[in-house]
């Protein structure tokens, strides 16, 4: 088995904030998470995973979103979240569930998937190949409704790669890479912990644990891995977090206090995650 795996759950513009605001307090706190053997990230965690990876400091990444820098303009309105919600819950069954989101993304009208690569381009601040550090990303075939783990081994390129897991349904148009169409990774799980097993110890910021629809929530994906052995430390917004996050995970002025917020969650918890990954 191999060692620690760092989880990064997707959450849009203010969850990744809250999040970068996590790995800084952990950091601050002397916890080392260059040590984790792997990252695998989603969605906003696919950027912020694979700025980690390149190198970035937990600090950088903090502080870039306490600047109001990192911003990404998403344009969601009532009438999306309905269209998504009733794609979303319209079936029992996960498959169905992803494929039928896939549908309706493919038939929304959207931008063009040039403006998804250029503002993931912007977002990866310069990191355009696969980095040494073991690196997975997932993302979700619009047709099929699977989920798929793409890293330096897959065709796909790491722009590719990040761009897929992005690319909210209804929102951003799917992304075309390897001849198939992708949407966003937090479709099928907001937090990929699955992708993690084989590892003795995970370490899982999700800043919205539960995806829409019927798909297995963080806390179960974590409860299954602790079920096989493997020490799982799982973090969610605690309350403080939820009320400086608000309800719209799009909302540009929310992400320093939420970063913050996170900061200052992650600082508190640092003694128990430092006991976990100590193994």
């Known amino acids: 088995m191999g060692g620690t795996a760092l989880v990064l759950g997707g959450g849009g513009p203010v969850g990744g904030a809250w999040m970068t605001g996590v790995l800084a307090g952990l950091a601050d706190a002397g916890i080392d998470l260059d040590r984790a053997d792997m990252v695998i990230g989603t969605s906003a965690g696919a950027i912020f995973g694979s700025r980690l990876a390149a190198g970035e400091?937990?600090?950088?990444?903090?502080?870039?979103q306490l600047a109001g820098e990192d911003r990404v303009d998403l344009r969601v309105t009532t009438a999306l979240t309905l269209r998504f919600l009733w794609a979303a819950l319209g079936s029992r069954d996960p498959g169905r569930s992803a494929r039928r989101l896939g549908r309706a993304a493919l038939g929304a009208?959207?931008?063009?998937?040039?403006?998804?690569?250029d503002t993931v381009r912007t977002l990866l601040r310069g990191a355009r190949?696969?980095?040494?550090?073991?690196l997975v990303i997932t993302a979700v075939d619009a047709l099929t409704g699977e989920a798929e783990a793409f890293d330096a081994n897959s065709p796909l390129t790491l722009l590719e790669a990040v761009a897929a897991s992005c690319a909210v349904p209804l929102v951003w148009p799917p992304v075309t890479a390897a001849g198939r169409r992708w949407i966003d990774g937090g479709v099928r799980s907001t937090t990929p912990l699955r992708p993690a097993r084989g590892h003795r110890r995970v370490l899982a910021v999700s800043p919205i644990p539960s995806a829409v629809g019927?798909?297995?929530?963080?806390?179960h994906q974590a409860a299954e891995l602790t079920a096989e052995g493997v020490a799982v430390t799982l973090l969610c917004p605690d309350p403080a977090a939820r009320r400086a996050m608000g309800r719209d995970m799009t909302a540009d002025a929310r992400r320093p206090a939420a970063a913050r917020a996170g900061h200052l969650q992650a600082t508190a918890a640092a003694d128990a995650v430092a006991e976990v990954l100590r193994g």
Not at 109 to 117: D, I, S, W
Not at 129 to 134: F, I, K, L
Not at 214 to 219: C, N
Request: glycine content about 6%.
């Open 214 to 219: 019927p798909h297995p929530d963080a806390r």
């Open 129 to 134: 190949d696969w980095p040494g550090r073991p």
């Open 109 to 117: 009208r959207t931008g063009p998937e040039a403006e998804v690569f």
């Open 57 to 64: 400091s937990p600090r950088e990444l903090y502080e870039r």
